[in-house]
């Protein structure tokens, strides 16, 4: 592979990741991600050009912003190495075509949605909803194909509002929250009836090992403090998509 692309490759999507940071940050705080340009949150310091960069800012800057020394989340390079990352592996996935530009949207719509979740425990229904309607009509181009994506959306969405509203009834409760029903529109679209078992398998085997996570981190979980789920959703099906037949044909080895 040549490795000029993939240098390109990975800047562009670290380039995309600096967009989605605009997209989650300005969410949240209810601004236009196109107005007004980038700035710093504390002192509205206006970005210049070497502040900008995905990744090398960050390191440049060491963390703080340039004029008001305010801290600036580590999250921000998070987002840009993660999306820079997921469009490398969709290239060595997929080369240069059709499928890595529809691929790079959906993963996109979920790094945004998945972020916004986490630091917010709300997942837009502008992203679910409009990424649910993009995955079915990407799924005509896509190795899932038309039959197989609308029967996992449709078995995804179902299975998801049953639990809901079971859980609520028997509970009465919220268990799992009304977004993360409308993902699964998108993510079942995304693997298809028969990678839905295993999407749900492993994002609950992530979801375990996320509250491990939060656990050591010291913040106590109780019982009821809810953990964000799409981000494991999102995570279970990103990985489908990256190397899910990969996994299933080491699964059928072993058994
Ligand atoms: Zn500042």
Redesign the pocket.
Known sequence: MDNCLAMFVFILGTCLGSFYNVCIVRYLKGESVFWPGSH?P??K?RLSWWENIPLLSFLLLRGK?S??K?KISWLYPCVELIAGILTLALYWKFGMGLEFFLYTILFGILIVASFIDLQSFILPDRLTLSGGILALGFSFWLPVGPKMGFLGAGSGFLVFWSIQKGYKWLKGQEGLGGGDVKLMIMLGAMVGLSGLPVLIFASAVFALLGSVFFWLQGKTIQAKTPIPYGPFLSLAAILYVLAGDVALDLFHKIL
Do not use: E, G
Request: charged share 10%; aromatic share 0%.
């Open positions: 710093c504390v002192c310091h912003c004029r008001c305010a």
